[in-house]
């Protein structure tokens, strides 16, 4: 079950007018394409593990278990520290904390894609507390000259705690992550990707995304993977009380809810205060809307999210615990 959530986002706020000020763009066109008002950039020293460690500790603070029963960190990461060894090690380090860590990369689906390897290890596992963590620095990543991508992202993190329950006498089957779905296609590896890595040519490289043709995929694999895990789970989305997507485009999450006939005041959208921040997206909007009421202990919920690769997926998850528990 998720019962705890936390997020973070740098204190260096970027609007789109100041935006303008070192990008060929204008807030008009931005609002206008995207919806994205704001975003956030880390300041110098701050990387993405400190992010991933503030969020980490707002989760398991929010869901009210010491640090110390966290046994498994998984971070979903394509901006780590550094190359080698994981930036979940160094969160783990931080917490001063035993638990077996690592990251994942599935970048912007990589919360998703985090989740379902969650639940597979806790299912078959003897792990009982999850830290999942989805964190990116996607600034290091950007060409200021390329209009077409840089106004779009944003730095963040988020996480959750993922806990099972054992021996308690009853059978929750209704709680926690009822169904995932996750997906990847290599043959659309071009449409979104950065210009370098380390066994091509030693750099980070810079994103350069067809956005035209990821736009279109996105539309159809987001509502696709929801049907699915809606199925999988065997619910229809007139159950779901809310739903929680990828904020990388307000224009993708409307044309989404359109297709999948959902009510748009069940949609989530925090795109305009940050931007696509990848990994973190999902989870930052789910504090988010977990804060404002907008999501209540035992809601059914629906997190869907798409990224290079293409990789995608999404998740049904009745939030939150029993009052029993
Ligand atoms: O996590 C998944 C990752 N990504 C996404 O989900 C993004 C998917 N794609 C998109 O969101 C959209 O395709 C974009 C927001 C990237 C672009 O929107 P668009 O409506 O497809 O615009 P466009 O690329 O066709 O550009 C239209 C015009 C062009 O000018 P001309 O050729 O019509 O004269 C561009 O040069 O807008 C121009 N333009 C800009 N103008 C001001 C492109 N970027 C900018 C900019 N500021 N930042």
């Not at 994981?86 to 783990?92: E, I, K, P, R």
């Amino acid at each position: 079950m998720i019962t705890g959530v936390g997020s973070y986002l740098p204190i260096n706020k970027c609007s789109n007018k100041n935006l303008s000020n070192f990008v060929d763009t204008s807030d008009e066109w931005i609002s206008k394409r995207s919806g994205i008002k704001n975003r956030h950039f880390v300041t110098d020293n701050e990387k993405t593990s400190d992010m991933s460690f503030f969020a980490a500790n707002k989760a398991i603070e929010n869901a009210g278990i010491s640090k110390n029963d966290v046994d498994l960190i998984i971070l979903a990461t394509t901006t780590p520290d550094n190359t080698f060894p994981s930036t979940a090690t160094l969160v783990q380090k931080k917490l001063n904390i035993n638990a077996v860590s690592f990251d994942i990369q599935a970048v912007c689906a990589g919360f998703v894609f985090a989740l379902s390897v969650a639940k597979s290890m806790m299912s078959e596992g003897n792990f009982k507390n999850c830290l999942v963590i989805g964190a990116d620095s996607m600034s290091k990543l950007l060409d200021w000259k390329d209009r077409t991508t840089s106004v779009l992202f944003g730095d963040g993190a988020g996480a959750v705690i993922l806990q099972k329950f054992e021996n308690t006498g009853c059978k929750y089957d209704d709680w926690g992550i009822l169904s995932n779905i996750i997906h990847s296609d290599g043959q659309f590896y071009d449409l979104l990707k950065t210009n370098g890595g380390v066994s091509t040519n030693q750099k980070v490289g810079f994103i350069e995304m067809e956005g035209k043709e990821v736009f279109k995929h996105a539309v159809d694999k987001l509502s696709s993977s929801l049907e699915e895990a809606l199925i999988a789970s065997n619910k229809k989305i007139d159950e779901l009380d809310c739903l929680v997507p990828h904020q990388a485009n307000q224009r993708i999450i409307l044309a989404v809810a359109d297709k999948l006939k959902i009510d748009v005041s069940k949609v989530i959208s925090t795109v305009k205060n940050h931007g696509n921040t990848s990994a973190a997206s999902i989870p930052l909007a789910l504090e988010n809307a977990i804060n404002s009421n907008k999501i209540l202990n035992g809601n059914l919920i629906g997190l869907h999210a798409i990224g290079g690769g293409l990789s995608w997926g999404a998740s049904i998850i009745r939030i939150g615990k029993p009052k029993n528990l």
